[in-house]
Nanobody, 125 residues
């Protein structure tokens, strides 16, 4: 089992940037694919980005491609989401996620996924 703690959310103006961090517990961090999801008010949770255990493969939702970058530091048991050119429609609670089943589990949300508690990101216009 892995425990996830997000940080880095906040209030930013449109066009600005934020970097989210997610610290994971456990000794086998590199064996987990990691990802970020978000849930906007009144909407369902949606996939944002995922990265493989070794960091060699990354995947993004079309809505964030070219603006967001997911990365990980396995020595620090941490995954990051760099968010640039933020838009008001990026406002949501952002959740860190982990899966031992690989990025396909995260991309499809089908399988065993561990979740963080979420961090609020608000983008003002």
């Amino acid at each position: 089992q892995v425990q996830l703690v997000e940080s880095g959310g906040g209030l930013v103006q449109a066009g600005g940037s934020l970097r989210l961090s997610c610290a994971a517990s456990g000794r086998t961090f590199s064996s987990y694919a990691m990802g970020w999801f978000r849930r906007a008010p009144g909407k369902e949770r949606e996939f944002v980005a995922a990265i493989s255990g070794g960091g060699g493969s990354t995947y993004y939702a079309d809505s964030v491609k070219g603006r967001f970058t997911i990365s990980r530091d396995n020595a620090k048991n941490t995954v990051y989401l760099q968010m640039n050119s933020l838009k008001p429609e990026d406002t949501a609670v952002y959740y860190c996620a982990a899966s031992a089943g690989g990025t396909s589990v995260l991309r499809t949300s089908r399988g065993n996924i561990y979740w963080g508690q979420g961090t609020q990101v608000t983008v003002s216009s």
